[in-house]
C-alpha cells in the first residue's frame, strides 16, 4: 500500500471517501503528475507547484491556492480564516469538485 493510501485509510469511510475523489480529480486532470506525502498530506505536482489536501475532524483543507485572484468570489465560501493561501471544504457540505478542478487546471498552468 502506497503512502498516501495509508494516509487516506486512517479516516472514516465518509471521509476517506471525499479524499479518494480528490485524488482521481488530480488523477484525471493530471495524469502524469507526482504523487507524494510532504508536510505529513497528500502532495500532487500541478505544473511547478505544488497542491496539497488534508482531512481535519470538520473539513478538508486544501493548500495553497496564491495565484487565482480571478477566482476570489468562488473561493470566498471556502476560505479559512485568518489565511490567505487555504480553503475549507466542510465534511457537511457537498465537495466543490467543479471549483476543485479549476484550481487544479490553474496552478498547473502558473509560471
Do not use: C, W
Not at 493530471?30 to 511547478?48: D, F
Amino acid at each position: 500500500m502506497d503512502e498516501v493510501e495509508k494516509y487516506i485509510r486512517q479516516f472514516e469511510p465518509e471521509v476517506q471517501e471525499r479524499l479518494h475523489v480528490l485524488r482521481r480529480l488530480f488523477f484525471d486532470l493530471l495524469p502524469n503528475t507526482e504523487e507524494s506525502i510532504r508536510y505529513k498530506m497528500p502532495a500532487y505536482k500541478a505544473g511547478k507547484h505544488h497542491l496539497y489536501f488534508a482531512a481535519y475532524k470538520k473539513h478538508i483543507g486544501f493548500y495553497p491556492v496564491y495565484g487565482l485572484e480571478d477566482l476570489a468570489l468562488q473561493l470566498s465560501p471556502y476560505r479559512a480564516k485568518g489565511t490567505k493561501d487555504s480553503l475549507h471544504f466542510l465534511h457537511s457540505e457537498p465537495l466543490a469538485t467543479e471549483l476543485i478542478k479549476e484550481i487544479i487546471r490553474r496552478k498547473s498552468e502558473l509560471k
